[in-house]
């Protein structure tokens, strides 16, 4: 449920980028030579195909699983949608998401990937919520907010516009809210624009 006081957190680009340095870096003082980068679909993409680079490794495979429905809305139980894309028996692998938020998801893709076959399995997530189930081996920032990143600005505002019409409330305080956490007005009202047009009305 979208609550009053749900806060947002909006890293832009070079913070998220800043962050998987450190990631990295962590990485390599830990000597974990990993063979395969799996990326969470979709949310870990971004940041698997930088550490592919920062850590100078090619090999990316991709794993899906669905869980979230909206806004802090989550089904009871993360399901695997989309087994790992490539064969990691005897390998090292590196599952990287942007956010351990439940875990639960981060819990299930761990133990697809051992049941497949992998030797050793590490998580790399970019934030860490207090409550989740999993503490990932590397991260760069805890918080309890609700994260915006660069890639779904426009997916977010969707459900939060669906959100407050359910709730029969306005959307403009969320608005101020994202603004307010690092959004660009203009960006937050051209995609409102569009978004309640669609809808016809918000």
Not at 136 to 146: C, G, K, N
Not at 159 to 180: A, H, N, T, Y
Request: with cysteine; hydrophobic share 40%.
């Amino acid at each position: 449920m979208l609550q009053q006081e749900l806060e947002f957190e909006v890293p832009k680009w070079n913070q998220i980028y800043r962050m998987l340095l450190q990631i990295a870096e962590k990485i390599k003082k830990d000597n974990f030579k990993l063979d395969i980068i799996v990326g969470v679909s979709r949310g870990g993409w971004p940041p698997a195909r930088v550490l592919s680079d920062l850590l100078e490794n090619p090999n990316l495979a991709n794993v899906k699983v669905e869980f979230y429905l909206g806004i802090a809305e989550t089904k009871g139980e993360p399901t695997l949608t989309q087994p790992v894309s490539v064969k990691v028996a005897g390998k090292k692998v590196l599952v990287v998401d942007e956010v351990a938020d439940t875990g639960k998801s981060l819990q299930l893709i761990k133990e697809h990937l051992q049941m497949e076959g992998a030797v050793e399995v590490r998580i790399a997530t970019i934030y860490l919520k207090p409550w989740s189930i999993i503490k990932p081996d590397y991260y760069a920032r805890e918080t309890s907010r609700w994260i915006v990143f660069p890639w779904e600005i426009k997916e977010t505002i969707r459900k939060i516009v669906k959100k407050c019409k359910e709730q029969g409330r306005p959307v403009e305080k969320e608005k101020e809210k994202l603004v307010e956490a690092g959004l660009s007005k203009r960006l937050v009202n051209n995609f409102l624009k569009e978004i309640c047009e669609e809808e016809e009305g918000c």
